[in-house]
DNA sequence: TGGTTCCACAT
DNA sequence: CAGTTTGGAACCA
């Protein structure tokens, strides 16, 4: 028979025959869930001989190859001498198969030791991953089965033995089903809630195709639409049946991966639930991270996909569900004191029915979020070729990672392989000079001009051939780096002007899609979010791909590529810089891509004359733009000293919009009474106030710190824990509250967000410092010194007002008395 | 006081 | 588990 299906998530099995075979989930154009197996794709590995006459020799002792282990014997099926390309260039290798992935592992380590072996590459990939990228199945799309239908308990609605598989149409699939979910759980005094104590006492479902559900196992009178459920025994089968007859294509949690799914199988554990679905839930370890898989249903972790690859863009404080809905959705969580759910659920059951439209509205939210963010993950698919599951779950150098290894096989180019764990650590200590920044003039300037170059990294991988494999020795026909400095000496690269490597290839065929795509969006009248999706997923592959080669996992790592990039984004942003000034531009200010320029006598005319001028001297794809014009800018001094301080400056664009960059107003780690007092005297400044309006607001300020008039909220300090509390060497004052919430049962540990506020005593300032709830006071001298001074004194500096010359000014006796102690 | 450690941010 | 540069607070010797 001949069914159209799309495929949503790749498995692969092996039956008691030992025999193999790749599992498609998906979708057919009818509705159906189906399951395609091909069992005619073999595990595979490259093997690279020392000499070229060594190969017939090799390939006769590979072929001889067997293992005995655990009662299972792997051998070899088959040796084939194949033409590739590694590094760019023709080579020859033996292609290695085995019957089964575990074979694999056993066969591929025995061939490594063989004599004349140079080396193996590929044999540490999942085949189910390689599967997609050697038959170019892109999930979503649209494919066509031809194969003998069987029947096999599986949870889907169709099993077949594929023969063929071929693309019908490359559209995605329009309306998946999605199934949101979440899960309410017993605590008792603040707690949280442990997995082996407290029950599971509510599971909302929430879907786009009008399916809405709250499951619990304590009766109440209710509107919404709630089923009561005997027990948690009860609750838990009734949740997996429900995924059954719901069968949506994918299941949807925010933070997922991290409580619900771990909850669940750990509540299964504890009722000795067996559960039905597939193999149950499955809490997979990936390194430090946990996966929660469901067979036959595509869990998508919503949380990771919108910190990891969203975040990059969103910066927010912090990616809590409360949080994160706040600054992307229209609608809102609940206001609920959700640890009160305990107590209620002994004592107050008539009362339940708020969690249970609070615990429905988190399900809700989870699925609004996952619709926001679908259009991105579906383009990411599209250019990685791997499917939902990970791509919700990747990181921006697994996303690079699949992009390379997708298109590599088209260039028949062998992958290079992951790094062991001394290459690893050589890789971490080995760093190199990173990007250029001007050194500002103190000042307030006006009339100010931003220019920058449209992805500089990417581009100049394409314009210079930047890759591992065009390294060259030779200098002719080459691209040449300007001088850079390593162990000291200084040196100089050259790449291969002669044939463009593959990877510069692929990084300029997402630079030109992404300009088409902006030109269809450009012609819209409407906002596109597919096009601005599709758009932002090329973006954020292309400007990985420079970090990609100086990370220290990445398969095609290469410092070389990474410190040529920097070294020639340096040598384009000075000429910029040096061009303005020839052309009569005052530079103010640049960093890594961007200059910035005073306008002075010219006109806007002049400025897009000069970027026209410097555009025709650009090789290839390379592009100055003009980024905004800007009213008013303020450059400050580092602390301590006359130098303009680098990183930090707060600029108000013509229309009015306030840019700060790098001042205490947008840090973590500052009180919210400093960052509001900076912030407000920023705005005085770049919209033109008085400097006696600014004093004068700064004054009222202090007095009322002073006075202990501020809430203390206002004096909250949040500090982000980056290792265990164990593991610090110097003890700051976050750690030191960190230590006292743990003693309160707290589970605070990497990742957490310590907020604290420094109360009045003697001592150092973490001896001074507080959980919020445990302060009484604050100390207001260390609020004026350590905070609110320090915030602002930099910014009156530039007005030519030092704060601290009022110390011995009469006249000025108030703003006295605040820096004397009071 | 200068040196080290730690954190957040810019790009 | 994408890179380096930078400023600045807090602690330590």
């Given at each position: 028979m001949i069914v159209e299906f799309y495929p949503l998530d790749v498995g692969y099995e092996t039956n008691v025959d030992g025999k193999g075979a790749i599992l498609l989930f998906g979708r057919t154009t009818t509705g159906q869930k189906i399951c395609v197996f091909d069992t005619t794709y073999e595990p595979y590995f490259y093997v690279f001989a020392k000499h070229r006459d060594a190969m017939k020799h090799l390939k006769e002792s590979i072929e001889a190859l067997k293992i005995e282990q655990d009662h299972h014997i792997s051998f070899v099926t088959k040796v084939e001498i194949t033409k590739m390309r590694y590094m760019d260039k023709d080579v020859e290798v033996l292609k290695v198969y085995v019957p089964v992935q575990k074979d694999l592992d056993a066969i591929r380590e025995e061939v490594r030791v063989l004599r004349d072996v140079g080396d193996v590459r590929e044999g540490d990939l999942p085949i189910q991953k390689r599967y997609l990228v050697d038959k170019d199945i892109v999930p979503l799309a649209l494919y066509k089965v031809e194969g003998e239908a069987f029947e096999r308990s599986m949870h889907v609605d169709l099993c077949i033995m594929a023969e063929s598989i071929s693309l019908v149409d490359s559209e995605f699939l329009e309306k998946p089903k999605i199934l949101a979910f979440d899960i309410e759980v017993y605590c008792q005094d603040k707690h949280f809630p442990i997995a082996e104590k407290d029950p599971v006492l509510m599971i909302a479902l929430y879907s786009n195709y009008g399916f809405q559900k709250v499951l619990t196992w304590k009766k109440f009178s209710s509107e919404l639409p709630v089923e009561f459920l005997e027990d948690e025994s009860a609750l838990l089968r009734r949740f997996e049946e429900i995924l059954e007859q719901e069968n949506p294509d994918y299941l949807v949690g925010y933070f997922s991966d991290g409580f619900d799914i771990p909850y669940l199988a750990a509540r299964a554990k504890q009722n000795h639930l067996k559960m039905h679905l597939g193999d149950g839930f499955k809490v997979a370890r990936r390194g430090e991270v946990s996966v929660g898989k469901i067979k036959g249903i595509i869990h998508l972790d919503i949380f990771k996909f919108i910190k990891q690859i969203m975040g990059g863009s969103l910066k927010l404080e912090s990616y809590s569900l409360r949080n994160v809905v706040e600054n992307l959705l229209e609608e809102k969580k609940y206001d609920i004191a959700i640890e009160e759910i305990g107590v209620v659920w002994d004592e107050q059951p008539e009362m339940l029915e708020q969690f249970c439209s609070y615990n429905l509205q988190d399900a809700k939210l989870a699925l609004l979020l996952c619709e926001k963010v679908l259009p991105n993950m579906n383009e990411l698919v599209r250019v990685t070729g791997q499917p939902l599951f990970e791509i919700c779950r990747s990181s921006y150098s697994q996303l690079v990672e699949f992009y390379f290894m997708k298109r590599a096989r088209e260039f028949k180019e062998i992958y290079p392989n992951k790094p062991n764990n001394q290459e690893v650590a050589w890789r971490r200590m080995h760093t190199y000079e990173g990007a250029f920044v001007y050194e500002p003039k103190p000042g307030l300037y006006e009339h100010l001009v931003v220019l920058d170059y449209r992805s500089l990294y990417p581009s100049l991988i394409v314009a210079k051939n930047i890759t591992p494999s065009m390294l060259s020795e030779e200098r002719k026909e080459t691209y040449e780096t300007p001088f850079i400095e390593e162990d000291g000496k200084k040196i100089k690269y050259f790449f291969s002007s002669k044939e463009e490597g593959f990877i510069p290839l692929i990084v300029k065929d997402l630079i030109l899609r992404r300009n088409r795509i902006k030109e269809l969006i450009k012609k819209e009248e409407k906002k596109n979010f597919v096009l601005e999706a599709r758009s932002y997923s090329l973006k954020i592959i292309a400007n990985a791909t420079y970090g990609y080669f100086g990370f220290?996992?990445?398969?095609?790592?290469s410092r070389e590529c990474a410190s040529s990039i920097t070294a020639f984004g340096r040598q384009y942003i000075q000429d910029v810089i040096q061009k303005s000034e020839e052309s009569g531009f005052q530079v103010v200010y640049s960093d890594t891509d961007s200059v910035m320029v005073v306008l002075g006598e010219k006109t806007k005319e002049d400025i897009f004359r000069f970027l026209k001028e410097v555009n025709e001297q650009l090789p290839s794809l390379m592009e100055v733009e003009l980024e905004d014009f800007y009213s008013r800018g303020i450059f400050v001094t580092k602390k301590g000293e006359d130098k303009g301080a680098k990183k930090k400056y707060a600029l108000i664009s013509e229309k009015g919009d306030m840019k700060v960059v790098g001042f205490e107003t947008i840090r973590r780690d500052w009180s919210f009474i400093a960052k509001e007092v900076q912030k407000k005297v920023l705005e005085m400044v770049l919209r033109g106030s008085k400097i006696e309006q600014a004093l004068e607001y700064i004054q009222e300020v202090l007095t009322e710190v002073k006075n202990e008039q501020i809430p203390k909220e206002k004096m909250i300090i949040q500090t982000q824990l980056k290792k265990k509390i164990s593991g610090y060497d110097l003890v700051g004052p976050h750690v030191m509250v960190a230590k006292r919430m743990r003693e309160l049962g707290e589970d605070v540990g990497p990742g957490s967000v310590i907020k604290y506020i420094v109360t009045k005593g003697k001592g150092l300032v973490r001896d001074k410092a507080r959980i919020p709830e445990e302060?009484?006071?604050?100390?207001p001298d260390y609020y004026i010194r350590n905070q609110v001074l320090p915030a602002v004194e930099k910014i009156f500096e530039v007005l030519g007002h030092n704060l601290k010359e009022l110390e011995s000014d009469k006249t000025q006796n108030r703003l006295q008395k605040f820096w004397n102690h009071g």
């Open positions: 220290f996992g990445a398969r095609w790592y302060a009484e006071d604050y100390d």
